[in-house]
T-cell receptor
Framework: DTEVTQTPKHLVMGMTNKKSLKCEQHMGHRAMYWYKQKAKKPPELMFVYSYEKLSINESVPSRFSPECPNSSLLNLHLHALQPEDSALYLC?????????????FGSGTRLTVV | AQSVTQPDIHITVSEGASLELRCNYSYGATPYLFWYVQSPGQGLQLLLKYFSGDTLVQGIKGFEAEFKRSQSSFNLRKPSVHWSDAAEYFCAEYNFNKFYFGSGTKLNVKP
């Protein structure tokens, strides 16, 4: 298995909703990442988990809450989002923390906040 | 500040023509460099990477890239473009535990 699987593929949520994005990999990678990508822009790093511990939070608003229940799973909990949070949310993993060997990206969750 | 520059926002080539996408990095005597491709609404797929050694790197889908230290460049090339190559291409450098992505080049392929 050489994939990063993200669910759901599409999500529409209201500003008062609570939802979660899920990311899973079974490659034995020990680092996982959340990126946010707006249209026609490169991905922007949000969070980094190394060995299931949060190691980098790029000053992301608290309405985004990451969670790493185990080495294969990464969640992003969403609450009270704003319309400007609408974007493609990408999960990635790398064999070791740091990503020098490159990332494997999932296909993303397209989030629309209404 | 560290940056990766992709000077071309859009490029259009005819199917079967050759392709070169430009990328310049700003930091590192021995940079870790990558090219990713993204189809619309999809994640990023790694095309190739350079760490050290041979400066001409072969990747998937017939792509190659050449590292030129003197020009701080890592340009992506393909000898004959296929319609399925139409996508967004991102150059990236890894340094200081982070990836620095360029702003991307959108490739259109004419029939």
């Amino acid at each position: 298995d050489t994939e990063v699987t993200q669910t759901p593929k599409h999500l529409v949520m209201g500003m008062t909703n609570k939802k979660s994005l899920k990311c899973e990999q079974h490659m034995g990678h020990r680092a996982m990442y959340w990126y946010k990508q707006k249209a026609k822009k490169p991905p922007e790093l949000m969070f980094v988990y190394s060995y299931e511990k949060l190691s980098i939070n790029e000053s992301v608003p608290s309405r985004f809450s990451p969670e790493c229940p185990n080495s294969s799973l990464l969640n992003l909990h969403l609450h009270a989002l704003q319309p400007e949070d609408s974007a493609l949310y990408l999960c990635a993993s790398s064999p070791l923390p740091g990503g020098a060997l490159g990332y494997t990206f999932g296909s993303g969750t397209r989030l629309t906040v209404v | 500040a560290q940056s990766v520059t992709q000077p071309d926002i859009h490029i259009t080539v005819s199917e079967g023509a050759s392709l070169e996408l430009r990328c310049n990095y700003s930091y590192g005597a021995t940079p870790y460099l990558f090219w990713y491709v993204q189809s619309p609404g999809q994640g990023l797929q790694l095309l190739l990477k350079y760490f050290s050694g041979d400066t001409l790197v072969q990747g998937i889908k017939g792509f190659e890239a050449e590292f030129k230290r003197s020009q701080s460049s890592f340009n992506l090339r393909k000898p004959s473009v296929h319609w399925s190559d139409a996508a967004e291409y991102f150059c990236a450098e890894y340094n200081f535990n982070k990836f620095y992505f360029g702003s991307g080049t959108k490739l259109n392929v004419k029939p």
